[in-house]
């Protein structure tokens, strides 16, 4: 019985092997609209099933510059990235939009998006999170704009995939208008961070619009077609 099983377990063993692609990894990089806490990371991570890891190394109060300075996710991206078949997200902008005009910050991510790749990582751009100022009830303040279109340039000069988190966000708050839109604060003034429902529906965005330009990451994201459906159609 025992001879039996081990021959039968070399037998499988190198064709197991063979046939196993390694499982994709995603970590996701950036600012406090990322982490957790009150960002999108962990409604996305929930919305995963099946990959080697999703691990949130967001950093509440960062920059594309200062993110690198956090000793404890950076060295855990450099682990990360070591993996073969491991993605990095990366999102910022908006502690970039106080300090750094488009060019600076475009630069800034360019220089990182790089250094991304040259550690093993795929980097995947994600463009800022809208925050939900409104003008008036249907018109949102839209100041992260150019830092959105500066993101989007800096992937298409590197040839990387890109999300356009910035304007899907921001369609989907247009049609919510602001009195729904603010039911994702994080507490009743706090445009910007999200409460956990905010998480989860923008962690569903994310996944929704990953899975859009990677399609091969498809089969790791749990649909929910409820919830795509009301992003879709502006409702919650
Ligand atoms: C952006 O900021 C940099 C550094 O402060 C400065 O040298 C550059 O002229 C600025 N560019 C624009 C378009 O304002
Ligand atoms: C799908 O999303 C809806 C909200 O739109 C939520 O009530 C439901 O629990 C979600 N389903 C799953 C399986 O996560």
């Not at 990959?51 to 950076?74: F, K, M, N, R």
Request: net charge neutral; glycine share 6%.
């Amino acid at each position: 019985m025992f001879a039996s099983l081990l021959s039968l377990a070399l037998v499988a063993l190198p064709l197991v092997s063979a046939a196993a692609a390694p499982k994709p990894g995603i970590i996701l990089i950036g600012d406090s609209t990322v982490a957790t806490g009150a960002g999108w990371g962990p409604g996305f991570c929930k919305d995963t099933t099946g990959l080697a890891t999703c691990t949130d190394l967001a950093v509440s109060g960062t920059t594309v510059i200062s993110w690198q300075h956090q000793p404890t996710e950076y060295n855990a991206f450099l682990k990360a990235c070591t993996v073969p078949n491991t993605f990095a997200t990366i999102q910022f902008g908006h502690n970039d939009q106080k300090i750094y005009n488009t060019t600076v910050y475009g630069a800034n991510l360019n220089t990182f998006a790089k250094l991304v790749k040259a550690k093993g990582c795929t980097p995947v751009i994600i463009t800022s999170l809208a925050r939900r100022n409104f003008k008036s009830a249907h018109v949102p303040d839209d100041i992260l704009e150019p830092y959105a279109q500066e993101a989007i340039s800096v992937a298409n000069a590197l040839k990387l995939t890109y999300l356009d988190l910035h304007q899907a966000s921001l369609t989907y708050i247009t049609k919510l208008g602001s009195t729904l839109s603010y039911e994702f604060n994080l507490d009743g003034t706090d445009h910007t961070h999200l409460d956990p429902m905010g998480q989860a529906y923008f962690g569903r965005m994310v996944a929704d619009l990953l899975i859009a330009k990677l399609p091969t990451l498809k089969s790791f994201i749990v649909p929910n077609a409820t919830m795509t459906k009301a992003e879709a159609n502006g409702t919650l």
